[in-house]
């Protein structure tokens, strides 16, 4: 396979791993942040304790987080198709990609929102301010450093993931590297295919650990 006909594939296929990583990070967020702050806020000392639900909580992320990508995939393919009416391409592969990283994520909100000092809270309290404000307003600002940092590692899982998403037929880098490089045996382009994942997992991690430096020091 020439250079003339790697590329156009390289591109369809770099574009399709950008969509599901970009719309898998962004329901990532919007299952995994509040998912990681409730895991706090109901735990014993947390401003809304509630064993019960803590420990639900807790077993769903830790079920979630115990299953290997490629099992997961498979797994949730009735619910793939239920929901999006497919089960191959791009779009079908945001689902397992979410539901796998939602909990990693929640996980590390988890640990970042800890670390805010409980002084702040405390101080925040004594000021009047309720629960939904003590979040708002103390643990998430406070917490944004690392919930940058927790973002990059999750953002570089998904690009691990988005490329195991190729064996079952989920487009992007994944997808061309085993349908050409390894089928058919182009060796060259499944080079340049690891390269190209690595290049973008180095400038995902690099803006990623510049924004969270930023952070640290404001």
Known sequence: MTWDEMTPLLWESTWQTAQMVAWSTLFTVLIG????VALVVTDRDGLFPSWTLNRVLGLVVNIGRSLPFIVLMIAVIPLTRLIVGTTIGTVASVVPLTLGAAPFFARLVETALREVGRDKVQAAQAMGAGGGTVVGKVLLPEA???????LTVTVVALISYSAMAGAIGGG?????AIRYGYQRFETTLMVVTVVVLIVIVQLVQTLGDTVARRLTRH
């Open 33 to 36: 942040l509040p998912l990681g």
């Open 144 to 150: 944004m450093a690392g919930l940058v940092a927790g």
């Open 172 to 176: 992007g880098l994944g997808d061309l």
